[in-house]
């Protein structure tokens, strides 16, 4: 071995984890750096890099957790970016994490490390797995063969993470280049030509060995990235001239050679006492994978998934929620003082951000146990079950297997979020399909689409509820499925779509640590990134719904009717002992704001306890307003705290009227007016557009702005529905009501899923693409059944029964052909693969 500078004289060594996937490679990282750990993104793609720090005896020792890769042939974007960081930072140390119970399958990446140059540590991992399945392995008889230092370990128990710093620090004090070579035999002639044009290359970096840039080019096809573009097509040339004689390719043959040396090697290292039992995880899988149980165990985990991140993780938001309520009412205390018809610019859009904010952060218990969840799957090794299960269905469509979690938590039937839809398909492997994930989960009916089919159904199909809530709940999947074959075979075609190898792990018992830490990680991730976005955009959103502004007639009336207001509330507690407590209007305006809080305090209050004090409070800081606001056997209280109720409600109603009218004339409203020469081939006027473009910030507004623009009654308590002014959808149909149902189930995603579309995209253009793509379909497929069922005659439900029919034919003709992307899957004790060609 050739001896390297030694690291310790920077005081610094960075030291890059790499291995297979499902190699216990995290584990070790998070054994190793402890809670001192860093996620951000690589430049330029959305793979998560994971670096940690630990000090030993006054150095600092900086971990890279790099993702898993099984080689570092760059056919998928985790090994790229493993490779590129192997290359181009250089790092003083590799630990190549290495499963000691399938070592022969781990160690043909060994190998591709050893030739790259950089002083190698194997932390051969999982030793009690290797023990379970009767397996012994001699690491010193390793560590002669492989000529690297070789450290036993258990990461999930601890064990050998001491020795694997101390080897750390051996090797940074005294680096040497590993000389282990595989040998090529035929192809040996062809890399060193190869080798020798691209050491004469000056634009060639001596930092990585030329021998390997070689192998990597001739490994690599035409996913090369290695060497420069002037020598792509040498190598191409050297590649198809060793195809020609040798009647095999120069990829094939390389990982040829490695698996065989792999498997010398794991034979002379190892003894197995075991031979011929059947491992626990073939034997569970036996039951998991089985044809006819497989479904039943699928269903069973989506269903608990489902459960426990949508369904409880919304009960715990009952529990978060008081609490950003409570940051909110600090946040208004703190601000400009509203005032009786108007607040101050500040004021208004400060609050919208808090609102906008806390409506982002609500989802934080539901990501908390969506991640440790997946964490769970993942750790189990059942997620790969999971993709093996139905990947051979989704891939018709240009999907994964790993797509059905996203869509699961999406809404697949009813009631899911997009959001957290949309940060699960950050375990997708392949991009292509992820990317085509990520769009379609916006079409799912998310809890918040849910109140406009009931309020719609409600109005125009109470005979056929069931059939039309089994329409919707069916007909977006169908949507979302030819969308994606559309999209795959069009705008995302050329992206990075890698051989689908999917390995099958060994069951294991995931610890509650790195469940936890992971949970936590995943959850400030989109805290810290969402965060970032939203003010930006909650701004623009805000401009849009306020601006123009009313003019100065509607001013004027607004004014006069909360001047006749308050002179009603000064009539009636005329003579009242309480009034020079409110006699100025400032004192009056101070009365209203904060019977405001206190109702918006007592509304959050959670407890009787809790109530109480807010009572008290209010005396302590505002005795002279409490007569107003708490309940009392006084007969001057109780006229004073009901005629300043009821002044309260004429204020909102005048506020709410306002701000409705603002809406009518914002240049979103405007929007809407000049939609209609547009959107009435779908049968919508200016305000089913007004409230279709208002709920792009949140999607329960649609209801709300439907029901101000159709002049819904006052009565609270009635159905929705039964609010709406008879008279004013005098002029819809059922047909209407269907366009608008299909529209809105295409419909753009919400505020909150586009921040996240931008997030684990990685790019605007794509986030404006989740947004005009979704818009124009709809669109056309709304016109489309309006106008042709305007035309036949035929009524609402007959329309969307043909339409339901046609999406189920589409269905059916896109996906009865042959599946494109092949997959290999690898038992974890058995050799054979199977394969699906394209």
């Not at 898993?68 to 192997?86: C, I, K, M, P, Q």
């Not at 090529?184 to 001596?206: D, W």
């Not at 400009?336 to 906008?356: H, K, N, T």
């Not at 705290?641 to 306002?658: F, G, H, Q, T, V």
């Amino acid at each position: 071995m050739s001896t390297l500078k030694p690291a310790l004289s920077r005081h610094h060594v960075l030291v890059a984890l790499s291995g297979q996937q499902n190699s216990g490679k995290s584990t070790i990282f998070n054994a190793l750096t402890g809670a001192r750990q860093h996620i951000a993104n690589y430049p330029g793609v959305t793979v998560e890099k994971k670096s940690g720090r630990y000090g030993d005896s006054g150095l600092s020792v900086e971990v890279v957790d790099l993702p898993g890769a099984y080689s570092l042939t760059s056919f998928s974007l985790e090994e790229r970016v493993a490779r590129d960081f192997l290359t181009q930072e250089r790092p003083d140390v590799i630990v190549n994490v290495v499963d000691a119970a399938t070592l022969a399958r781990g160690l043909p990446l060994t190998l591709q490390l050893l030739e790259l140059g950089v002083p190698i540590i194997v932390a051969l991992n999982m030793m009690d797995a290797a023990k379970r399945r009767g397996l012994t392995i001699d690491p010193l008889e390793l560590e002669k063969r492989l000529g690297v230092p070789v450290i036993p370990t258990i990461g999930r128990r601890g064990i050998g993470i001491a020795d694997l710093r101390a080897a750390i620090r051996r090797v940074a004090e005294a680096p040497t280049r590993p000389h282990m070579l595989v040998d090529y035999t035929v192809l040996e002639p062809f890399l060193h030509e190869l080798s020798t044009s691209i050491e004469a290359q000056t634009s060639h970096s001596s930092s990585v060995p030329p021998r390997w840039l070689a192998g990597i080019a001739l490994d690599s096809g035409n996913q090369n990235r290695a060497v420069d573009a002037s020598l792509s097509q040498r190598a191409n040339d050297i590649r198809q001239k060793f195809e020609r004689e040798n009647g095999i390719s120069a990829a094939d043959h390389i990982i040829s050679c490695r698996s065989h040396l792999a498997k010398d090697i794991t034979a002379a290292v190892t003894v197995s006492t075991h031979a011929g039992s059947v491992p626990l995880s073939e034997r569970i899988d036996r039951l998991v994978l089985h044809r006819f149980a497989a479904p039943f165990f699928l269903l069973a985990t989506i269903w608990t998934v489902y459960e426990l991140a949508i369904v409880q993780g919304y009960e715990l938001t009952k529990v978060t929620w008081p609490i950003l309520a409570s940051f909110r009412n600090w946040a208004a205390d703190i601000l400009p003082s509203a005032g009786f018809l108007w607040d101050p610019q500040i004021r208004e859009i400060g609050l919208w951000m808090v609102d906008s904010v806390n409506t982002l952060l609500n989802y934080v218990p539901i990501f908390l146990i969506l991640f440790a969840l997946i964490a769970i799957l993942e750790d189990s090794g059942y997620m790969a079950r999971i993709a093996f299960i139905l990947d051979r269905a989704l891939c018709r469509f240009g999907l994964h297997g790993q797509s059905t979690l996203p869509l699961i938590l999406a809404g697949v039937f009813a009631g899911g979020c997009a959001v957290p839809g949309v940060m699960a398909t950050r375990a997708i492997p392949d991009t292509r399909a992820r990317f085509a994930t990520i769009l379609i989960v916006p079409f799912m009916n998310c809890l918040a689409k849910i109140p406009l089919y009931t309020l719609l159904i409600g109005m125009f199909f109470t005979e056929s509820k069931g059939l039309i809530l089994f329409y919707l709940s069916t007909i977006t999947v169908i949507a979302a499925l030819l969308v994606s074959k559309l999209l795959t075979v069009t705008l995302l075609r050329g992206m990075d779509v890698a051989p689908f190898v999917m390995e099958l792990p060994r069951y294991h018992l995931p610890t509650v640590r790195g469940v936890a830490v992971r949970a936590i990680e995943r959850t400030w991730i989109y805290i810290k990134k969402v965060g970032t976005v939203v003010v930006a955009v909650a701004v623009v959103i805000y401009a849009l719904l306020q601006y123009p502004g009313l003019s100065n007639e509607r001013l004027t009336h607004f004014q006069a009717k909360g001047e006749d207001a308050i002179a009603a509330f000064a009539e009636t507690i005329h003579g009242n002992r309480f009034t020079p407590a409110v006699s100025e209007r400032s004192q009056l305006i101070t009365a209203l704001n904060v019977l405001t809080s206190y109702k918006s305090a007592k509304l959050n209050a959670g407890s009787r306890e809790a109530s109480k004090a807010i009572d008290a409070e209010l005396a302590l800081k505002h005795p002279d307003l409490t007569p107003f606001i708490l309940r009392s056997k006084d007969a001057e209280s109780r006229t004073a705290a009901s005629a300043l109720k009821a002044l309260s409600d004429s204020r909102n109603d005048i506020r709410r009227e306002m701000k409705n009218e603002r809406l009518i004339n914002s240049f979103l409203g405007r929007i809407g007016h000049a939609l209609e020469p547009v959107t009435q081939f779908a049968g919508f006027d200016w305000r089913i557009n007004v409230a279709l473009l208002s709920s792009f910030a949140a999607r329960e507004s649609s209801v709300a702005t439907l029901g101000v623009l159709f002049n819904q009654d006052d009565n609270e308590a009635a159905r929705l529905e039964d609010r709406i002014s008879s008279d004013a959808i005098a002029n819809y149909t059922a047909v209407t009501a269907v366009a608008v149902m299909l529209f809105f189930a295409l419909y753009p995603p919400c505020l909150a899923t586009t921040i996240m579309v931008r997030v684990q995209t990685g790019s605007y253009a794509w986030m404006m693409f989740s947004i005009l793509f979704p818009t124009f379909l709809g669109l056309f497929v709304a016109s489309t059944v309006y106008t042709l069922s305007t035309v036949t005659g035929i009524d609402g439900l007959t329309a969307f029964t043909v339409t339901y029919l046609i999406g189920v034919v589409a269905l059916f003709l896109v996906g009865i052909g042959i599946p494109r992307r092949r997959a290999i899957i690898n038992p974890p004790s058995q050799a054979q693969t199977l394969e699906r060609e394209g």
